[in-house]
């Protein structure tokens, strides 16, 4: 540069030393304000992203709200499909253990609608009037010529839904629509924005509609489906309730607006505005409200199509960078100004710059190889191919991970390894990875030049290098993971089957109390409430059906202090229970807390062990009863044998006096005797060996013998016996 430009010097050049520092301080401002502008699209790009990102974030927020009533209602669906009959109270203990507004924000009923042919009006009437709703009728809102009525039945929480019950909702033109679609459809329907009966405020709302058919039946068409109708489920959802609290709103980041999309683009209605702006019906269109940053979003949800418009709000736009590109320019024209300075120093800052560019070229030759030796290194597999799928680089990992070596390169085309290849998918991959510069996450299968297959996870983004667009992959073999993930499902299945076949009752509860598990077995135990047994159900709900069941002997006349001691048992979740039920069994309860929190619980029927228990605790009742009646019947005749044998000690006695003593002696001997050989008939009767005689008995004489044995004991006392 020096030579070149001592050689415009030696040419004359006028004016070329004030000139080239104007120059090149013109073209360095330049340069400054084109990377200023192009930081100022930067910026006004990441803010489009941020709001696309959110917007897809509370897309996918909204869409769960209002899908999660349909859970609710999945579960009323359930006892409707185990019970031909579903009383009041039966549906009304069932919502109650849903907590409505805890669980299902926004819900301000569920209910059942029954289909009423209009000849029926009067009997259906009736017949609720006689199932605990003597005031029940029958009220129609706008459409009063329809043959058949869709009729509220239940609705609660009925203190705050009083006045829907008994509505026909096919009375109205919109509810109407609604349910028919979702009972030709079978699937669950979601209602264009409507006025609910029960909000005072009068906000947009919905209703979600899930059709239930008669039991065993398994309609095909519109036409099977309207016949085999048994009735609707519903959820009556007040819009702006359920949609409340939505983080980046709360936050005051954006404002959001979303439209039920009608027919055409001049029916579009207004269901949720976050910020009161918006119009109500119409073209989708918002005053203006301080917004930069706009994005639009179309959601399908239960059969109705609703569009989303996120807007920025100045908090937004403040968070942004709007002082870089003015730094930038700032800072830019200092430079220009110092270099134009520099240009006009001394020559030597030529060869300081020069220096500086060798030291910065060496600097760039070391990350390259650093970056290099990375590559090289790096256990992920890293390839590079063109819009046409030909393998343009890879590194080490990629090449021994295919068994290839170097001269693959520029000669293998992704369908020489690519097991799923299409040509079509590849195109369209590489379409929208070049017009959206992001990446893309997905499995793929890989073959091996000896021929065995390798499963890969797979990274790709696409990038332009020398105006080339070209395909930048990861791969990662995940091939063990796989093995590893089918294992894992294998011992699942195996435990889950090994759960199943024990002969126990077997349940396991979340660290909230809330079903996760349970074998048959556990079913079975509890057969009378199995329809309210489904995972999620809560422990105490079930205790509290089984009491009403009256399956606990041990809660009559104390119900409520008897369920609160079952559950803090089952919390604590320390000892063993012994429980008796109504139907006579007995059972044994082992509960344990695992040390995440969840409860595991068996269920042990040890009835015949009990009744075994029982039994032989009698036999050593009957036991003691027989030691203490045989203590008494041998003292008796022992009693008769001391006290002749003490007569016959006596001084004086006459010949006569002395063998009667004596024979007395002997006879209560004999009486002795003949209890032992009874005693030991016992053992006889228990081998099955006793024999049977009949022999002669005189009643005087045993009276007259038992009279000899306590005579003398009673005149020694001054008594008397009589015979």
């Known amino acids: 540069m020096l030579a070149r430009f001592k050689a415009m010097k030696s040419r004359a050049w006028p004016g070329v030393e004030a000139v080239l520092p104007v120059f090149v301080f013109l073209l360095a401002l330049g340069l400054f304000g084109i990377a200023a502008l192009w930081r100022e699209e930067d910026i006004k790009t990441e803010a489009a992203a941020q709001i696309q990102h959110i917007t897809e974030r509370m897309a996918a927020d909204i869409e769960l709200r209002f899908q999660k009533p349909r859970f609710g209602l999945n579960g009323a669906k359930g006892m409707f499909a185990v019970n031909k009959h579903v009383s009041r109270a039966d549906f009304r203990t069932f919502i109650e253990s849903l907590k409505l507004p805890e669980e299902f924000r926004g819900v301000r009923a569920l209910g059942f609608i029954q289909r009423v042919q209009h000849a029926d009006v009067d009997h259906f009437v009736a017949t609720e009037r006689a199932d605990a709703a003597p005031q029940f009728a029958v009220r129609q809102l706008v459409d009063k010529t329809q043959s058949d009525l869709y009729v509220v039945k239940f609705i609660e929480p009925m203190a705050n839904n009083i006045e829907a019950l008994g509505l026909d909702v096919g009375s109205e033109p919109v509810r109407r629509n609604a349910a028919q679609r979702a009972v030709d459809t079978g699937r669950p329907t979601l209602s264009a924005p409507v006025t609910l009966v029960q909000d005072q405020q009068k906000t947009p709302g919905v209703m979600l509609f899930v059709p239930i058919y008669a039991m065993g039946a398994n309609p095909a068409t519109a036409g099977e489906r309207r016949t085999a109708l048994r009735g609707l489920l519903f959820a009556s959802i ?3 309730e359920l949609l409340q609290g939505l983080p980046d709103v709360a936050s005051d980041i954006v404002d959001v607006d979303i439209f039920d999309v009608m027919a055409s683009p001049s029916n579009n209605v207004l269901i949720f505005d976050s910020d009161k702006h918006a119009t109500q019906t119409g073209k989708l269109q918002v005053s203006d409200s301080g917004s930069t940053y706009s994005e639009h979003q179309s959601i399908s949800i239960l059969g109705r199509q609703l569009s989303l418009q996120v807007h920025s709000r100045p908090k937004f736009n403040a ?16 430079i220009s100004a110092q270099l134009a300075l520099f240009l006009r120093g001394k020559l030597q800052r030529i060869a300081i710059v020069s ?12 990350k390259s190889h650093r970056l290099q030796i990375i590559l090289e290194t ?12 030909l393998l343009v680089e890879a590194n080490p990992a990629f090449l021994n991970m295919l068994g290839l070596d170097e001269s693959a390169l520029g000669l293998l085309h992704i369908r020489d390894w690519d097991m799923q290849f299409n040509m079509a998918s590849y195109q369209a991959l590489t379409a929208r990875l070049g017009a959206a510069q992001s990446s893309v996450l997905f499995k793929a299968q890989y073959r091996h030049r000896d021929g065995h297959l390798i499963d890969l996870e797979i990274n790709a983004r696409g990038t332009v290098i020398e105006g080339q667009h070209l395909i930048y992959c990861a791969a990662r073999d995940i091939s063990e993971r796989k093995r590893s993930e089918k294992q894992l499902q294998r011992v699942e299945s195996l435990l889950r089957t090994s759960i199943e076949v024990i002969d126990e009752a077997f349940v396991i509860f979340d660290p909230d109390d809330r079903l996760v598990f349970c074998n048959d077995k556990y079913r079975q135990i509890y057969a009378s409430i199995a329809h309210l047994i489904v995972p999620g159900v ?9 009491v009403e069941e009256g399956r606990q002997i041990d809660a009559v006349g104390r119900k409520e202090a008897w369920i609160q001691e079952r559950l803090a048992s089952h919390r604590a979740s320390n000892n063993t229970l012994i429980q008796h039920h109504a139907n006579g069994r007995v059972q044994r309860i082992v509960e344990r807390r695992t040390p995440d929190g969840h409860i595991v619980g068996f269920r042990i029927d040890i009835t015949e062990l009990y009744r075994a228990k029982e039994a032989a605790e009698s036999a050593n009742i009957a036991k003691s009863r027989f030691l203490a009646t045989m203590s008494h019947e041998i003292r008796t005749p022992l009693n008769g044998i001391l006290g002749m044998a003490q007569v016959l000690l006596m001084p004086g006695l006459r010949e006569a006096e002395r063998l009667e003593y004596a024979r007395t002696i ?14 030991l008939d016992l053992s006889k009767i228990e081998a099955g060996k006793v024999e049977l005689e009949s022999i002669a008995m005189s009643p005087v004489n045993i009276i007259r013998h038992t009279q000899k044995l306590f005579e003398q004991m009673a005149m020694d006392k001054g008594l008397r016996i009589e015979t």
């Open 238 to 240: 007040v819009v702006e």
């Open 319 to 334: 968070n942004l960078d709007r002082k870089s590109p003015w730094l930038i320019l700032v800072i830019g024209s200092l």
């Open 355 to 366: 220096r500086l560019v060798d030291q910065r070229t060496r600097d760039l030759s070391q």
């Open 378 to 389: 790096v256990n992920d597999g890293i390839y590079v191919l063109d819009t046409d799928g």
């Open 538 to 546: 809560q422990f105490e709900a079930l205790v509290r059906a089984g």
């Open 666 to 679: 002997q006879r209560s001997g004999q009486t002795l005797l003949s209890l032992l050989n009874d005693i």
